[in-house]
C-alpha cells in the first residue's frame, strides 16, 4: 500500500473526495447540494495549514485522511497550544478492515510529532470508532459548543 501526501495540484481530486467523505458520514443523498463546502474546500486547501494523505493499494484508490493543525493559547493540559484535528477519514468500502485507516492514521500522528502538536482531537462516525479507540483516542467531554449563526 502507498500513502501519498495530496498537493495544491490535487485540489479538484481532494474537493470532489471531500463531498463524497461528507456524503457517507453524514447519511446524505447524491442530491444533497455541497457547493458552498466545495467553494470553500478549495478555500481551505490552499492554506496549507493541512496535510492531506491518500492510499493507494494495487493501482486503486483506498482511502484517505487529512489533519489541520492549529494553535491556541498554551494551557496547563497543552502547554504548547498547539492542537490538531483529524478529519476526511475515509476508506473505500473494498478495503475495509484491511488496515488502511490504521496506516493513514499512524501516518498523520506522525505528522503532528513532527510539528510539534501536543493535542488532536477528532469527530468519530459510529463505523470509526473502534479504529480510533484502538489507536488511542479516548472520549472528551471537556469541551462545549455554540454554532453562531
Known sequence: MNIILKKAEDREEFVSLRSRVLRAANKLSDNTDMKEVERESRSFFDTGDHVTLYAYADGCFAGCGSVCFH???PTYQNPSGKKAYVMNMYTQPEFRRR????????ALMDEARKR??????LEATDMGRPCYEKFGFVPSEAEMEYRLE
Open 99 to 106: 488496515g488502511v485507516a490504521t496506516r493513514i492514521l499512524t
Open 116 to 121: 510539534g502538536v501536543t493535542s488532536v482531537s
Open 71 to 73: 494553535a491556541l493559547m
